[in-house]
């Protein structure tokens, strides 16, 4: 069982030259009225009688309002970063939580002279082990509002957008500079961050740079390592005959994701426009983001439809046959809004892409559900009310940004918020136009190169 005793980190404020300083103090306090539940001591400290959270966590600090933190002892004593608990060379942890004694408890604790805070763990049967906390490494780990901004509050923030909003908010910087500036390779990150597209403008005009490198996975590699998929390292999108893909036609091409149909779609698509002498083909952007706060917020029975019920995509073609059932909105099932400046939820990622669509496999048949269901108001038809309505925003005009390839360009977006989409086209005559008269180049990168890029740069 868990000691009765619970590391308590109070956070107090000084005044000083320098500013405000927050100044933790650790202490231990025993339960006035100890109890069990789900494996864990629930317990209430004499000084302000208020319940224990057994999942690690009651009182969150702040600094404009300090109060006591009141730490899971296994919980603190698995944070531990000490050379022993966390290899200096790799970073990586040296033992395992379970290995942990479930009645580890502080023996002495005690403030240093720097501001650390300095825990001496004991446990019945296992060697005392000392360990050593800066203030904010305290307050990260009692505060959800400071781990929530160290995880996804970047340099620039995320913003929700429609064709007026992205006005002035679209990133674009030259191929050189992207390259060689650290500052314009950072301002095209969290731009791509902050609406989910940037853009690269003067690159070559061909397919590779003067250094014999394919300029979209040059590009790319710049970020992280390339995601390889069935269509190679980066592929060709022309305009073919008989084409095994829809995008490798002229006709109109319809807002969609890519490889929805991978268990682990591509995070990243970049497009490098090597020549365009189409007529038409205008490609076309939405943030699927954006659609999916205004059903929040317009209809949540609606919005809970599109992150339960789910789609199957697929891709049975040319010797592939690949599978994979998602809905449409996924939202990140960990987070909890735990301070009004934290958004009410968080969404993963979005999926949506009708040329890839399979027939639904769940939910949808008599012997799945209940034949009451099987009405207007069942669980299928409440999906189909609210895809329905999930599709009117995104093709709304306004919803949309607009622009046409020109040589030279690279977008990059984010496939699982930015839908993308093309125009009809049509092409010149000659053997030639055909085949090369609108040449895009493309390559993907795995979500989490791109993250961890973003953490980098950001210093997190």
């Known amino acids: 069982m868990l000691s009765s005793r619970r590391a308590v980190v109070r956070l107090t404020r000084r005044t000083a030259s320098e500013g405000i300083a927050l100044v933790p103090r650790i202490s231990t306090h025993r339960p006035a009225q100890p109890s069990r539940r789900h494996g ?9 009688r208020r319940p224990i959270n057994p999942a690690a966590i009651v009182d969150a600090v702040t600094a404009a309002s300090p109060k006591d933190i009141r730490y899971d002892n296994v919980f603190l004593r698995d944070a531990c970063s000490c050379n022993l608990c966390v290899n200096p060379s790799s970073k990586q942890k040296s033992f395992s939580t379970a290995q942990l004694p479930a009645d580890v408890h502080p023996k002495m604790t005690s403030l240093l002279d720097n501001g650390d805070v300095m825990i001496k763990w004991t446990a019945s049967g296992y060697p005392d082990h000392v360990s050593t906390y800066t203030p904010q490494q305290l307050q990260r780990l009692g505060d959800p509002l400071a781990r929530y901004n160290a995880r996804w509050n970047f340099a620039k923030p995320q913003l929700l957008w429609n064709a007026e909003a992205l006005e002035g908010n679209l990133v674009s910087r030259s191929y050189d500079k992207y390259l060689s500036d650290d500052d314009a390779f950072k301002d095209v990150v969290m731009g791509l961050y902050s609406v989910g597209i940037a853009f690269v403008t003067d690159a070559p005009a061909a397919e590779r740079d003067t250094d014999g490198q394919i300029v979209v996975e040059k590009l790319a590699k710049k970020i992280g390592y390339i995601k390889e998929t069935f269509y190679g390292t980066s ?42 002498t189409a007529d038409g083909g205008e490609s076309v952007y939405a943030d699927s983001f954006r659609a999916a706060k205004i059903i929040h917020d317009r209809d949540p029975a609606a919005f809970k439809a599109l992150c339960t019920f789910p789609i199957t995509f697929h891709y049975d073609n040319d010797g592939h046959h690949y599978m994979h059932s998602r809905p449409v909105i996924e939202l990140d099932p960990f987070y909890r809004q735990y301070h009004p400046s934290m958004p009410e939820y968080k969404i993963r990622c979005v999926n949506y892409s009708p040329p890839f669509q399979a027939p639904f496999d769940h939910h949808v048949t008599q012997s799945e559900i209940e034949p009451s269901t099987l009405t207007e108001h069942g669980e299928f038809r409440e999906f189909l009310r609210a895809y329905k309505m999930f599709e009117e925003i995104l093709y709304t005009r306004a ?15 984010m496939n699982r918020r930015v839908l993308h989409s093309r125009r009809e086209f049509k092409l010149g005559s000659s053997d030639t136009a055909q085949e090369y008269g609108r040449w895009l180049k493309g390559t993907y990168l795995d979500i989490d190169s791109f993250y961890s890029k973003l953490r980098v740069l950001s210093g997190l």
Not at 252 to 276: A, F, K, R, T
Not at 399 to 413: H, N, S, T
């Open 40 to 48: 864990y001591s629930t317990t209430c400290t004499t000084e302000h």
């Open 235 to 276: 592929w060709d999108v022309i305009a073919l005959p008989d084409a095994k893909n829809i995008a490798y036609t002229s006709v109109n091409l319809p807002l969609h994701m890519d490889l929805l149909y991978y268990e682990s779609p591509p995070g990243i698509q970049l497009l490098h426009c090597v020549s365009n």
């Open 399 to 413: 919803e949309q940004f607009e622009d046409k390839f020109m040589p030279g360009v690279i977008a990059l977006f």
